[in-house]
């Protein structure tokens, strides 16, 4: 049973391409498999991101409403002349500032995550409709460029090897396991708690821009519906993947990329099937179910074993 639920996100995966692929032969052909990979690279990073708040046994709900924002200045910023560089480094920017300012109520205020990210995820949606003035922007050609296969494949890969490396070979990363297996405990063993804490929200919220930049890329523009619902579905990917909403146990490769890769598969899918659009959110809506369902399963398999 454990080692079940330790790989239930690859046999879920290897279920939907198998599923999808006897319905519609196209799903396995090697330009749809390269579309899965660029179109999921963007949840990869964001899923990434989620992976370090959720190891702390926090999470972010406003990561949605920053690759909103990230996106809404980046396209100010493009329409007024700024070169394409200066607009990326902005995305970045913006993003981490908004994972600190998550992180400053939580740390400081001492505010539970949820109800701060919340918020903020409100309060994000709101400040990026201001800047778009509730218009959709269609932004330069030089956008699309983060949005080819090749480029969206290599910074998606770029950001999981060197999300891996930090939690499974630094310092750093040891700690954040350790905060999020009990957060009491680390304290008393002298480890900065309030300082690892802030980390992980500014990692995510920068995570969360360049997820917002690969989303431009693919889709050219920004509308009042950008980063809707992505932190849910970021939330998914990682959950799927082996994170414990608990905190403690999880990683980025291959579990957040392979959850990524199946709530992709599984949209995707849906497409190509020509599906009943009004099924799309049920069926988001079970995927997200089964995560959660997994994660309680996974917990009560590691509990029983401790017990034992």
């Known amino acids: 049973m454990k080692r079940l639920l330790d790989h239930a996100s690859l046999l879920l995966l290897a279920l939907a391409v198998l599923v999808f692929g006897l319905m519609e032969p196209r799903f396995w052909s090697w330009n749809n498999l390269t579309n899965l990979l660029t179109q999921s690279s963007s949840a990869m990073v964001a899923a990434t991101g989620m992976t370090f708040v959720l190891l702390t046994a926090g999470v972010d709900l406003s990561l ?18 700024h070169p394409v560089g200066l607009c990326v480094a902005a995305m970045l920017v913006c993003g981490a500032m908004c994972g600190a300012v998550n992180a400053s109520a939580i740390v400081w205020l001492r505010v539970l995550p949820f109800v701060v990210t919340l918020a903020t995820l409100y309060l994000g949606r709101g400040l990026a409709l201001s800047v778009t003035e509730t218009r959709a922007m269609n932004l330069p050609e030089a956008f699309l460029t983060f949005g080819r296969p090749a480029c969206a494949i290599a910074i998606a890969a770029a950001v999981v090897i060197a999300a891996e490396v930090t939690l499974r070979v630094t310092v750093y990363g040891r700690h954040l396991y350790a905060l999020g297996a009990g957060r009491r405990i680390a304290e008393y063993a002298g480890l900065p708690a309030r300082r690892l804490t802030f980390s992980v929200y500014v990692v995510c919220g920068a995570c969360a821009g360049l997820a917002a930049l690969l989303t431009l890329g693919q889709l050219g523009a920004v509308s009042p519906k950008f980063g809707e619902n992505r932190e849910f579905t970021a939330i998914a990917a990682a959950v799927l ?6 905190g403690g146990r999880g990683g980025v490769f291959p579990g957040a990329v392979l959850g990524a890769l199946l709530m992709q598969s599984i949209e995707s899918g849906l497409v190509m099937v020509n599906a009943d659009p009004y099924l799309y959110p049920m069926i988001m809506a079970a995927a997200i179910f089964a995560a959660v369902l997994l994660d309680a399963r996974r917990r009560a398999t590691q509990d029983g074993h401790y017990r034992e």
């Not at 949605?64 to 002349?81: E, P, S």
């Not at 993947?241 to 608990?246: A, Q, R």
Request: hydrophobic share 60%; proline share 0%.
């Open 64 to 81: 949605g409403a920053i690759m909103f924002l990230c996106a809404a200045v980046a396209g100010k910023l493009a329409l007024a002349g």
């Open 241 to 246: 993947g082996g994170t414990s909403l608990f």
